[in-house]
Nanobody, 115 residues
């Protein structure tokens, strides 16, 4: 059974940085894509950043130029470097990996940006 485990969330002041990490345990698999998504209570989940085929990245307009996604398909790991954080980045962040026949999610990690 595959589990995705996130780490790195926490409380940071506006303008600060955080680095989120996600690693899969259990069977090794080959995802078509790895992503970070976030959700604020009462709002729809938002795709923040996605890494396709381990090399093609794309981002939500709200985080372009501030967030960077990187990952290793072979090791089933993905990270999200978040710089110049804003209060509106406050959310629960989820790691997500998917491919043919599977769609795995982490349990979520809280990121709070506040002074």
């Amino acid at each position: 059974q595959v589990q995705l485990v996130e780490s790195g969330g926490g409380l940071v002041q506006p303008g600060g940085s955080l680095r989120l990490s996600c690693a899969a345990s259990g069977s090794i698999f080959s995802p078509n894509a790895m992503a970070w998504q976030r959700q604020v209570p009462g709002k729809q989940r938002e795709l923040v950043a996605r890494l396709t085929d381990g090399r093609i990245s794309d981002y939500a307009d709200s985080v372009k130029g501030r967030f960077t996604i990187s990952g290793d398909n072979a090791k089933n790991t993905v990270t999200l470097q978040m710089n110049s954080l804003k209060p509106e980045d406050t959310a629960v962040y989820y790691c997500n990996m998917w491919g043919r026949g599977f769609d795995y999610w982490g349990q979520g990690t809280q990121v709070t940006v506040s002074s």
